[in-house]
């Protein structure tokens, strides 16, 4: 079982939203709403500003602002953690500068944006960023949005870095989170393992198994408490059966949060049932309303309305299927 010697990052990371009020503003409101609800629930760290945190439309003069007036938010239940990936090198330590300035926990860093750089170059870029910030730092390996992919050699010579704290995998590949989980002790054991909680990526199962810390999860926003238990890593037998209890029960709410580019599904559901998350950036929009409706059911027959004291909306009748009319032969 793999040991971290100087972090206690484990457990459920949330990839939180950014909530936005009704004029489109970033609304601090609702962030000090949601942080709170986080800590109670059992939520271990929240990563500000990630993709789920529609970052890529925020402006450079937003994302500094979101960092200097959440961190006073913080009372000591979480860790916060800032996306900072800039779209090049230069962008992206300016942010982390800034987050480091401002007192941040630390920040996760994907490799930039739509450049699709090769390997090489993406792991002399994570480098480059290790060694210019004293601050905690979290790598992901993030295929699915920004093309560009690490093989475990890369990334086990990134966690040895000190600031290296945390390594997120979102690939498909459960063969790399074995190496990486099998490496990791004797190379990096300041650096905890976590997995996105996508069902079609199939990691959180093998990842928990093998070892890993928790998951760096986006469905942490309906549920925080189901996902800060499926998060927890294991260290009895008796955890694994629990797990799977668990994982079984939340794979309809898993599905539903990944029906739609993120954050459009759990951000549309989360104002569904009273959550202040606010509307989503143009050009991202919401969903259509029967597919919105099929998540409501999901939380409906989950009990979490009943969990959290929502009030969810009255369930439609299905619509009259169209009688069949056939041509004329």
């Known amino acids: 079982m793999i040991t971290l010697a100087d972090t206690a990052i484990q457990g459920s990371f949330v990839a939180l939203i950014t909530p936005f009020d009704a004029r489109g503003e970033v609304d601090y409101g609702a962030f000090r709403t949601l942080l709170n609800w986080h800590a109670e629930q059992g939520t271990s760290a929240v990563l500000i500003m990630g993709s789920t945190g529609e970052v890529s439309m925020l402006s450079p003069e937003e994302r500094r602002a979101v960092v200097e007036r959440t961190l006073p938010m913080r009372d000591g239940r979480m860790k916060f953690f800032y996306g900072c990936t800039g779209n090049n090198t230069e962008a992206t330590l300016g942010f982390l500068r800034h987050a480091r300035a401002a007192g941040a926990d630390g920040a996760i860093l994907a490799a930039p944006a739509y450049i699709c750089a090769p390997e090489d170059d993406v792991e002399a870029y994570f480098a480059e960023c290790l060694d210019a910030v004293d601050l905690p730092i979290g790598i992901y390996n993030n295929p699915p949005r920004v093309k560009s992919d690490l093989h475990w050699d890369h990334l086990l010579r990134l966690m040895r870095h000190p600031n290296c ?55 942490g926003n309906l549920d925080p408490a189901g996902m800060a238990a499926l ?96 041509a004329a032969e």
């Open 165 to 219: 704290v945390v390594l997120k995998e979102s690939t498909t590949r459960v063969g790399q989170v074995a190496q990486v989980l099998a490496t990791a002790p004797a190379r990096a054991p300041h650096c905890a393992v976590m997995c996105c909680d996508s069902p079609n990526l199939g990691l959180v199962v093998p990842t928990m198994s093998l070892g890993g810390h928790g998951t760096a999860n986006m469905t």
């Open 231 to 326: 998060s927890r890593p294991w260290h009895e037998p008796a955890q694994a059966a629990a797990f799977r209890d668990g994982y079984l029960r939340l794979l309809p709410l898993l599905h539903f949060t990944y029906s739609a580019i993120n954050p459009v599904a759990v951000k549309c559901l989360m104002k569904a049932v009273g959550l202040p998350a606010g509307d989503l950036r143009r050009p991202l929009r919401g969903l259509a309303a029967e597919h919105l409706a099929r998540g409501v059911e999901v939380v409906r027959a989950l009990g979490l309305d009943r969990q959290y004291g929502w009030s969810l909306p009255r369930a439609q009748a299905p619509a009259p299927t169209p009688a069949l009319t056939l």
